[in-house]
């Protein structure tokens, strides 16, 4: 690799929450970010892995083969104890089955889906946790996977208006809030992906040389 491809970093991901999440803090790390958005060639990566570490691999491995850059992929979800640890890696198409309401996004969508499936919850019995791995691919085949977690407990109804996807219906007992109701600053500092994220960062420079 050349040094100016080593110090350019493709984030595998066309959702712009993640993009905004992971963005910030690999830029500090000293390296040059850019989004799937420009390169608008490589289209869907299908992820038909049946964990989180093998779709983010799936994706990062791709990314690097195609664009001949340094790739960093995230796959996260949801993972509800009552549930199996459904939906799992079906989070963000938990809900692909069931016929949208009037102006309703498929993020409202999912989590309508997921509290009719919890409905007959006790308290007690809605833990829950946010799951990230990331994947890191070198265009030479070197990889490095990372995982974190965010434990938590679901709501029975909606709380807040920042975030996305499950965050309304996510509760932190420790910080007495929804993800939906922490600033970016306070999310980063709790959340799974800010976890797998620090993770990642402690091993770069192992991963670079």
């Known amino acids: 690799m050349s040094q100016n491809k080593a110090l350019r970093v493709v984030l595998a991901t066309s959702n712009a929450g993640k993009v905004r999440e992971l963005a910030d803090p690999l830029t500090e790390f000293g390296v040059e970010v850019v989004g799937l958005s420009s390169f608008p060639e490589i289209g869907e990566i299908e992820e038909n892995g049946t964990t989180f570490e093998e779709n983010a691999l799936i994706k990062a491995r791709a990314v690097a083969a195609i664009t001949g850059l340094v790739s960093v992929a995230d796959d996260s ?3 509800v104890d009552a549930l199996n640890n459904a939906p799992g890696v079906y989070s963000a ?3 692909d089955d069931w016929e949208s309401q009037p ?6 969508r999912n989590i309508r889906k997921l509290l009719h499936e919890t409905a007959n919850v006790s308290a007690e019995g809605r833990g829950c946790r946010f799951v990230s791995c990331m994947a890191a691919v070198r265009p030479d085949g070197k990889e490095m996977v990372v995982r974190g977690t965010w434990e938590g407990q679901l709501l029975a109804s909606p709380r807040g208006e920042n975030g996305f996807g499950y965050d309304p219906i996510f509760f932190d007992r420790l910080v007495d809030k ?16 800010g976890n797998a994220l620090r993770a990642l960062l402690a091993r770069w420079v192992e991963f670079m040389q």
């Open 93 to 95: 198409r938990y809900a």
């Open 178 to 193: 929804t993800a939906a109701e922490l600033t970016r600053d306070e999310k980063n500092a709790r959340s799974h992906r």
């Open 103 to 108: 102006g309703e996004s498929r993020d409202a």
């Open 77 to 79: 979800g949801l993972e």
